[in-house]
């Protein structure tokens, strides 16, 4: 994790000055999760970055408590937040394995562009089952880099990580990780993916 939030740390500022790369597919998502938000909701995001989701998110919600691992990450979404006037989001230092269920506080979770970088991934869907209550929602968008158009990664990314040029990255598809929800007593309220090599969306419900 240590190695991790240094290679996030590095790349912060240039991260927050990449525009999204497919801005239509972005805006899709975020209006998908808004039909299901409400004014008395208490959301958390898991691997916030600079905040530009739960920024979106924050009038639609009560609270926002957005979690990244990177220091520097998390100054630019506290910069961000205090530029946009929001003040019902909290940027806090952490990650998954640190964060303590609290009664399932939470009625929604999201995670991000996340999953793929965590190498306990059914861990940490089982750490998001716990962190909601009763019926919350766990929102994410996660890249399935096994098979079909992108499964010449597996060659390109190990050499890249040695270079220090990408981080550790999971493999499977998009079949595994419905599985991996599925598992972890989710049912699937909303699927989708704008194409065969572009993240998987996905809301699901905790039974």
């Known amino acids: 994790m240590a190695d991790a939030a240094r290679f996030w ?8 000055k990449r525009p999204v790369a497919d801005e239509a597919a972005y805006e ?14 208490k959301m958390l995001e898991i691997g916030c ?4 989701t739960a920024l979106h998110h924050a009038p639609h919600v009560a609270h926002v408590r957005a979690t990244d691992i990177s220091p520097g990450m998390i100054e630019i979404a506290r910069r961000n937040a205090t530029a946009a006037g929001i003040a019902n989001v909290s940027f806090e230092l952490s990650d998954i394995d640190r964060l303590e269920p609290q009664d399932r506080a939470y009625d929604v979770v999201m995670a991000h562009s996340i999953l793929h970088l965590l190498r306990n991934r059914d861990d940490a869907i089982a750490k998001v089952s716990r962190l909601l209550k009763p019926g919350g929602l766990f929102v994410s968008s996660t890249p399935c880099l096994s098979g079909g158009h992108l499964g010449w990664l ?3 990314l190990p050499p890249a990580r040695w270079l ?3 981080p ?10 419905i599985a991996e929800f599925e598992r972890a007593g989710f049912v699937i309220e909303e699927q989708w993916q704008p194409g065969p090599a572009k993240a998987l969306f996905v809301i699901a ?3």
């Open 9 to 16: 740390d590095r790349h912060a500022e240039g991260y927050a």
């Open 28 to 41: 899709h998502k975020l209006a998908l999760t808004r039909a299901w938000l409400g004014p008395e909701l």
């Open 164 to 166: 220090g040029l990408v």
């Open 49 to 52: 970055g600079t905040g530009t």
């Open 168 to 177: 550790w990255v999971g493999f499977f598809t998009v079949e595994t990780l």
């Open 205 to 207: 419900r905790k039974a």
């Open 154 to 156: 597996r060659f390109v």
